[in-house]
């Protein structure tokens, strides 16, 4: 309760947010700064929103994950996951390092 009176008289006091954009006297500053409020609320729900979803992934990205895993654990820069012993046809082994 004690949080909500504090935000509330944060917000319109004066110096506060909200208070500067009803009580500033020009309509065109008011007009920018709620845009611009807008803007970045906006923003902000869109990018919460898309969190897990963007970047997506490209298809070619398991080509590089899969021998640097294998690398990592010791099995070299093969990847027989992706049926490539030997490399992948078009992208030799250590292909990224270069």
């Known amino acids: 309760m004690r949080m909500t009176l504090l935000l509330r ?3 319109y006091a004066q110096s506060g947010l909200l208070g500067w954009l009803v009580h500033d006297g020009k309509p065109q500053r008011r007009l920018a700064g709620l845009l611009l409020l807008v803007g970045v609320v906006a923003a902000l729900l869109l990018h919460l929103a898309a969190g ?3 970047p ?4 070619d990205e398991i080509h590089f994950l899969v021998p640097a895993w ?5 099995f070299g820069l093969v990847a ?3 049926n490539a012993p030997q490399g992948l046809f078009w992208m030799p082994d250590g292909y990224a390092l270069f």
């Not at 997506?56 to 298809?59: G, L, S």
């Not at 294998?70 to 010791?74: E, F, K, M, Q």
């Open 9 to 11: 008289r944060f917000l």
């Open 52 to 54: 897990f979803h963007w």
């Open 56 to 59: 997506t992934p490209w298809d």
């Open 70 to 74: 294998n690398l990592a654990h010791g």
């Open 80 to 82: 027989p996951q992706l």
